[in-house]
């Protein structure tokens, strides 16, 4: 396909567009699209091309050999994920993928979802009425429970380590992906000093957890497939790569969905219509009993709230690649070694694709409407071969968590929600009320 290419205004000497991009990312990359199909920018000395339409992103994200992982973002991410499922050339994701992928069917999936519906009632159970949460703090402690129980077996004091680091390492990775100056980060500030304090840890944690497997072997765990590994040259996997294999699923498996969490909590609260139809389902599905997995098919208007919240808030809201040999991009010439970025919040919030982008609407996800929207439109969880491996047992978890909370509590909003971008984009600190949700009456309760 042929499309505009343009160049984006404002950049300035020395720094280019990376100060408009550190101030605001999120409404920088939205008006990008307004200038072209493919719109150049610069972060500092480095000229980056931005697909701004799902046709251009899909041509990207169908072609991982041409459009590898890398570019100013997975460059850094490597920092921490190392050479991980996430962060992997394309070589090696092969067998990467296909290592980690049975941990992933539907029928381990539903095995799963069993132990997402325990730990969201048992996190339902500790509130109390008129609490104040921390969201973001609360689901991440539930996501790491549920991986945890799901695939990894940790001591707790190692989850409570877990916790402490992922949050620290995140944030200072993000840094280090949109701030083009490198010399800043070999001082030793207090924040750099906190970054590798994080990463110490989380190698502490992969190490003890290495140690407690071989001390007492649990075969259905996701170590239990990596030390049993091999790699395509039919070596076992080095303790660094299952390091980064690990440390890839902890932060995929809990960040990310914590973000989504937190941000479709706020989003209902000031919504009531939302929330109104939301417990109406909820009770006309489950009644007064609880939520089981049996009943996520029923939970359609659930789902929709799920999938609106990923459109307006993706966890993965940019992703970058480079070009691996001379090519095309949407007919215009790209060098090796160019950097490419895609945005799925750029594409889900673009009002020629979504009308009303910034309206929250779980009904734009009713089959009709669904259908009718360009294809490649809606990339929450990006596409191609290196989709997330880890899509559906977060929209399962996501789903039976939102029904399960919904069917004890409504949480009301005590704070604005602004969206922190980092590596994963989500409302950062954010404060809920929990108020008791009158249950669904039953046979036992007639005069």
Not at 64 to 91: C, E
Not at 93 to 114: E, S, V
Not at 122 to 140: C, N, T, V
Not at 393 to 422: D, G, K, Y
């Amino acid at each position: 396909m042929n499309s505009t290419l343009a160049t984006a205004p404002g950049a300035l000497p020395g720094v280019g567009h990376a100060l408009k991009f550190l101030r605001d990312p999120l409404a920088f990359l939205a008006s990008l699209p307004a200038h072209g199909d493919v719109v150049q920018i610069r972060l500092g000395p480095r000229t980056v091309f931005v697909a701004c339409d799902p046709a251009v992103t899909r041509e990207i994200l169908l072609d991982p050999r041409t459009f590898d992982k890398g570019g100013p973002f997975y460059d850094k991410a490597r920092l921490l994920l190392g050479n991980g499922l996430g962060t992997s050339l394309w070589q090696d994701h092969r067998w990467q993928r296909r290592l980690l992928q049975p941990k992933f069917h539907a029928a381990q999936i539903n095995a799963y979802a069993t132990v997402m519906t325990e730990e969201a009632a048992a996190l339902a159970k500790s509130w109390r009425p008129g609490q104040i949460i921390d969201a973001r703090r609360e689901f991440q402690s539930l996501t790491i429970q549920v991986l945890n129980r799901a695939l990894l077996s940790l001591r707790e004091d190692d989850q409570r380590l877990l916790a402490r680091s992922l949050p620290v390492a995140f944030d200072g990775v993000y840094w280090r992906m949109v701030i083009p100056f490198e010399l800043w980060f070999c001082l030793p500030t207090p924040a750099n000093r906190r970054f590798a304090k994080a990463q110490e840890c989380l190698r502490h944690v992969a190490a003890n957890a290495i140690k407690e497997h071989l001390r007492a072997p649990d075969p259905g765990t996701l170590l239990s497939t990596l030390l049993d590994a091999r790699t395509e040259s039919g070596e076992p996997l080095s303790e660094r790569d299952i390091h980064d294999q690990l440390v890839t699923i902890m932060f995929a498996g809990t960040d990310t969905t914590a973000d989504t969490l937190a941000s479709a909590f706020h989003l209902i609260s000031m919504h009531p219509e939302v929330e109104a139809r939301l417990h109406d389902e909820v009770s006309t599905v489950v009644g007064s009993q609880a939520v089981t997995p049996d009943v996520l098919p029923a939970l359609d208007y659930t789902r929709r709230i799920v999938l609106e919240t990923l459109r307006l808030f993706p966890p993965g809201w940019i992703v970058s690649r480079v070009t691996t040999t001379n090519t095309e991009l949407a007919g215009h010439h790209l060098p090796a070694g160019a950097d490419v970025l895609c945005s799925p919040y750029l594409l889900h919030h673009d009002p020629s694709l979504f009308p009303a982008p910034d309206r929250f609407d779980p009904d734009r996800w009713l089959p009709h409407q669904a259908e009718a929207m360009p294809r490649g439109a809606m990339i929450p969880f990006g596409g191609g071969n290196r989709k997330c491996i880890g899509d559906q047992f977060a929209m399962t978890q996501a789903c039976l968590v939102i029904a399960t909370i919904a069917a004890e509590w409504r949480l009301r909003s005590a704070s604005t929600l602004s969206p922190r971008p980092r590596m994963s984009l989500g409302p950062g600190r954010l404060r809920l009320t929990c108020e008791p949700q009158p249950r669904a009456a039953t046979a036992d309760d007639t005069p």
